[in-house]
């Protein structure tokens, strides 16, 4: 599979991966305020952003296609941070490749299983024709009945992009719809990840629960769990300096 990703600084290697519906993008703020000390590669896992699509789409593909990403750019080893649904990319990328993965960072994501609770997304999605739409802002019309929240209209709409004169989504959109039940999966290697690892997780998000404190020692014995303040699962977003901050200190 082939991955698009961005490159930036200099430094010790530091690659981030994205939530659902996201992409590389996202995280470009917070990249450049850590290109003094680091380089940065901000990739699109599959499905995703300007990456490849595929029919098939789980954690173990897109854990090989990292491992093979880092074989191309010769990468034998750095460090890991994964968001959301790129947090359980990275979970399952140490757990599988612990040699790899340096220091391990989870953004507000946990081991456990996950209720999905993108259907008003995926219906708001599906509910644009893009084969119709004229402009972004029908696109965004034709969101509001499923998605009435602004901001996230404005996120998912980074990914429609105009294709050959026409409108089309990045996403995978047919393929996430169908297998969107993959992205809430637990955890279920026999490894465990010896390197230090940081959970950091939103103070008012409920992905990172005390119960959740037991699977996290089981896989990832030299842990440390900290909550961003005043914010939710859009953690990098909503209080970015937080988390650079926070990066910064756990890495050196």
Known sequence: MQLNFRKSGEGPPLIILHGLFGSAD???????SLEKEFTLFLVDQRNHGDS???????????????????????LEKAHLMGHSMGGKTAMNFALSYPEKVDRLIIAD?????????????LEGLNAVDLEKIKTRNEAEEAMKAHIPEAGIR????????????S??????????TEKIE????????KNTFEGVTLFMGGANSDYIQ???????????????????KNAGHWLHAEQPQAVVDTIKAFLK
């Open 182 to 189: 993959n992205v809430g999966e637990a955890i279920t290697s």
């Open 26 to 32: 996202n995280w470009m703020s917070i990249a450049k």
């Open 52 to 74: 490849g699509h595929a029919e098939e789409w789980d954690y173990q593909v897109m854990v090989e296609d990292l491992k093979e990403w880092m074989t191309e750019q010769g």
């Open 154 to 165: 404005q996120f998912l709409l980074k990914s429609l992009t105009r294709n050959n004169g």
């Open 167 to 176: 409108f089309a989504w990045k996403i995978n959109l047919p393929v996430i």
């Open 109 to 121: 994501m946990a081991p456990r299983e996950y209720p999905i609770h993108h259907q008003t997304i």
């Open 210 to 228: 005390d119960k959740d404190r037991e699977d996290i020692d089981k896989y990832f014995p030299e842990n440390h769990v900290i909550h961003i």
